[in-house]
């Protein structure tokens, strides 16, 4: 956590703690971080596994990585600055929600290992779940749903992760998607089940 810029700031714990929110939504918060290249399937797997654990009764919720460019971080561009600074303003986010007691999905690229490792720096032991949507960067390509690549291909995007600005991957992803070998269902179970045998998430 970066010092606040004013003095007389302090940290204010309240009255009710992580056992006591655990208890109140029947699992720990936490943060399920997908991270993978534009088109990769990111967001919609995200929002299938935010749909299982709703339905298991869960508190969770979705960050995407647009809706966020929407609002939050509206005033930020895709320069290398930007970038940084657009994941760490999510992160704290996150952590909030996380605290809470959520489980927050958050559908970014974040391309940057650093940036993804100083958000993990935020969370508690076993709190910060990385999720690698492992997509060849030909099929990401090919999906295209919005149409990025084509622009960046033809100069209209520059700064594009994949083609002209790097994409770091996961070195040890909590959870591997091997997107090219599952269907939409397939990846959110595997999140699930991780989320189950790490005992983040109790029983349906």
């Known amino acids: 956590m970066s010092a606040p810029k004013g003095e007389n700031l302090t940290w204010h714990v309240g ?21 993978g290249l534009s088109g990769s399937g990111k967001s919609t797997i995200g929002h299938r596994v935010e749909r ?10 979705v960050l995407d990585g647009d809706n966020i460019r929407h ?11 930007d970038r940084v600074e657009n994941i ?5 986010v996150a952590r909030l929600f996380a605290d809470a ?7 970014f690229i974040s391309p940057y290992r ?16 990385e999720v690698f949507v492992d997509t060849p960067l030909e099929v990401c390509e090919a999906r295209d ?5 084509k622009k960046a291909r033809a100069g209209e995007i520059s700064n594009f992760t994949g083609l002209d600005a790097p994409y770091e991957a996961p070195e040890r992803p ?16 595997q999140v699930i089940r991780y989320l189950e045998q790490q005992n983040i998430l109790g029983e349906s």
């Open 52 to 61: 299982m654990l709703i339905e298991r009764g869960a508190f969770a919720y």
């Open 101 to 107: 007691g959520a489980l927050v999905v958050s559908a």
């Open 114 to 129: 650093k940036d993804r490792d100083r958000i993990r720096g935020l969370m508690g032991e076993g709190e910060f779940v």
């Open 145 to 149: 749903p919005k149409g990025l690549y």
């Open 71 to 81: 609002g939050l971080n509206s005033d930020l561009g895709f320069a290398p600055e």
């Open 174 to 189: 909590e959870v591997h998607l091997l997107t090219a070998d599952l269907s939409i269902d397939e990846a959110a179970a």
């Open 88 to 92: 760490r303003r999510i992160g704290e």
């Open 15 to 35: 009255e009710v703690d992580k056992t006591a929110r655990t208890a109140a939504h029947g699992h720990r918060g936490a943060v399920l971080w997908f991270t």
